[in-house]
């Protein structure tokens, strides 16, 4: 038996997941607020687990000379409900460091078209 599921299905189960966990400890209404905030917080982790797709631009060049290099990766996928594009700052052991920017798209096609043209 086959228990895979689509990626936006799998997302719109953690974004509900979160609503439903907050709603218990915050009150009914509360939930979806919150969640909200908390997606905004941590919006580059959100999005790198929500990935569906990753293509690996190039080397992220600091000004700062920072320690550990860090890539560029294109990535694709659904959160929330709809379909977005970013560019991460990811190290070499695949944690994310920040986002350098993101769009959201209407479909799969076009978020999938966006990360494959970004340079």
Known sequence: MDMSQ?????SDRVMAALV??????????AGEALAHRFLEA???????DARGEERWIGAYESIDNEEFELDRI????R???????ATMLVDGDGNTHGMMGCRQFRSL????????DAH
């Open 79 to 85: 959160l929330d409900g709809k379909w977005f594009c």
């Open 6 to 10: 689509s990626i936006g299905t799998a």
């Open 74 to 77: 294109a990535i694709c996928g």
């Open 42 to 48: 941590e919006e580059a982790d959100f999005r790198w």
């Open 109 to 116: 096609v076009r978020a999938r078209d966006a990360m494959l």
């Open 20 to 29: 439903s966990g907050l709603e218990l400890e915050f009150g009914r209404g």
